[in-house]
């Protein structure tokens, strides 16, 4: 096993120490074990579409048509855009 030595916040290693009084480790098996957790949570991404699988289709109501119309369907419901007031102004 290798050593690495790091400098952390010192609510951290009051966080570090709390842990270790508690569960009976040293504080550095409590920093181990939790390096290992977030290295091991850190691969665990997952995509884009797992992240919002169970909210697709769960939306009821609507255009059946919305995607192939949306623009349509935007226009309808936005307000009609304000022209811009363009002002020249000509000092003598």
Not at 15 to 34: G, I, N
């Amino acid at each position: 096993m290798q050593t690495l030595v790091l400098r952390i916040p010192d609510d951290l290693a009051r966080e570090l120490d709390a842990e270790a009084k508690k569960t009976h480790l040293t504080k550095s098996e409590v920093a181990r074990r939790r390096l290992i957790a977030a290295g091991s949570q850190s691969h665990d991404t997952a995509s884009g579409f797992e992240l919002i699988a169970d909210l697709i289709g769960t939306v009821e109501g609507g255009p059946a048509d919305m995607s192939a119309r949306k623009k349509e369907y935007l226009t309808q419901r936005l307000p009609p855009r304000t022209p811009l007031l363009c002002v020249s102004l000509k000092f003598s």
